[in-house]
């Protein structure tokens, strides 16, 4: 039986012989794989942006159209419902009809969306924009991480997928600073800002190929190495990639260790659980910490983040990936225990292990981007990932929702409890599963 670090052997009826010469993953950076990354960071950075603003939003929102408290936890959680359920679904079209088509529409998507966002007037219609948002959230992070992989060089692979992570809260911290400088009244035009950084990004989107790997893998390997020719240069060619006939849904369960399965979206579950519960409602939980919330201290939160990120990228690189997800787990579990069962400590203390909370959870989703990619191959990335991805929205959504609720009927230090839950089995989860991938061959 297979170890859960090796995943099972695909069925193959023929490999796909490119001529000879070095594989383009072994090539240096150039122009186009600088391109790629650009793209598909600008389309994570919209991700992080759109999930970011409703945290300023929500509170406008809730004073203009009378919320409840289940509602604001709705409007909250729809985008990460919406992701879940693209995360099935266009993942899975990637694998079947490339990357390029898939990851181009989604950005006309988020930018009509987003404005549409200037029309809402209730509950329910804000409820079904958000959620067609998530809807277009989870094309990126199905399509986005699986098209960068491909292009980009084993040895720069690491950091640039790690950068995804970071660049997602670079476009959160981005939300929280235009909505500081919003007036409350104009919260739609808040949620509606969206849209530039997504036509921006659509833009660049226009210039990029399908990817190689993708074409191979479809028996195209004239045209797969045409791009290779053009973009790397006549010394360089296809990896070898066994070509699977036939690759179903039902196939990516049938042909991977479910262990491996099971982990890609599990590990992701229990980061992003705590992760948008309390970044979504952070107000609420520093007033009932006891800290005066204002644009100081939101200011210093977002710092840690930035800092956090910045290491989580650096520790991506040094790190082994099994032992990066052991021991941010194991740390995120101990603050959250320390917090919640260590009710009268010294404010100055709380607010320095809350810091450190905020430091460590936002370094641990470096690897979101990075470790589904490497678990999967070609003929399954993007199903993988999208599955991984949707898996881990269950977390962050039923978290969000909860979030609100919790905190009104158990006070925050019983949430905290709650919320700790989350990285304690993905600790165990990592100590049995978690496989290694770094610096290993996509396929």
Not at 15 to 32: E, F, H, S, T
Not at 137 to 147: D, F, H
Request: aromatic share 14%; hydrophobic share 55%.
């Amino acid at each position: 039986m297979p170890s859960p670090s090796s995943p099972i052997p695909f069925e193959t009826t023929a490999v796909d012989l490119a001529k000879p010469g070095i594989p383009y993953d072994r090539a240096p950076m150039n122009r186009l794989v600088a391109l790629v990354a650009a793209t598909t960071l600008g389309g994570i950075f919209v991700d992080g942006y759109i999930l970011g603003v409703i945290g300023g939003a929500v509170g406008p929102a809730t004073d203009e159209l009378g919320l409840s408290l289940a509602g604001q936890g709705l409007i909250a959680a729809s985008a990460l419902i919406g992701i879940f359920i693209s995360g099935l679904v266009f993942g899975r079209i990637a694998d079947r009809f490339g990357r390029k088509k898939v990851f181009f529409w989604n950005l006309i998507g988020f930018t009509v969306v987003s404005l549409l966002q200037l029309f809402a007037v209730g509950t329910w219609d804000l409820v079904a924009m958000r959620l067609a948002l998530g809807l277009l959230i989870g094309v990126e992070y199905a399509v986005g991480t699986a098209l960068l992989a491909e292009f980009t060089p084993i040895k720069n692979r690491g950091v640039l997928l790690g950068a995804i992570g970071a660049c997602w809260f670079v476009g959160f911290i981005a939300a929280f600073i235009v909505a500081h400088f919003m007036e409350p009244d104009h919260w739609r035009w808040l949620l509606a800002s969206s849209a530039i950084p997504a036509f921006i990004t659509l833009m660049m989107r226009l210039r990029i190929p399908e990817s190689p790997r993708w074409l191979q893998s479809e028996g195209r390997v004239d045209e797969a190495q045409a791009i290779i020719a053009k973009h790397w240069g006549p010394q360089y060619a296809l990896p070898l990639v066994a070509k699977v006939e036939k690759a179903s849904f039902t196939d990516f369960f049938v042909h991977n260790d479910w262990r491996r399965v099971v982990f890609s979206g599990l590990f992701w579950f229990c980061q992003v659980g705590p992760l948008f519960a309390i970044f979504t409602f952070i107000n609420p939980v520093l007033d009932k910490l006891g800290f005066e919330t204002g644009f100081g201290l939101d200011l210093v939160v977002n710092l840690f983040q930035l800092v956090g990120a910045a290491a989580g990228l650096w520790l991506v690189h040094v790190m082994s990936r099994r032992g990066f997800v052991i021991w941010t787990f194991a740390i995120m579990t101990a603050l959250l225990l320390y917090l919640g069962l260590w009710t009268d400590q010294p404010p100055v203390l709380q607010l320095i292990v809350f810091g450190v909370f905020v430091f460590v959870i936002v370094a641990a989703c470096a690897i979101e981007y990075v470790y589904p990619p490497e678990m999967f191959a070609t003929r399954f990335r993007s199903t993988g990932v999208g599955f991984a991805a949707a898996i881990s929205r269950i977390g962050a959504a039923g978290a969000t929702y909860l979030f609100p609720l919790a905190l009104d009927s158990i006070g925050v230090t019983g949430t905290l409890l709650l919320m700790a839950a989350f990285p304690a089995i993905g600790l165990v989860g990592s100590i049995l599963w978690a496989p290694e991938t770094k610096r290993t061959s996509l396929d």
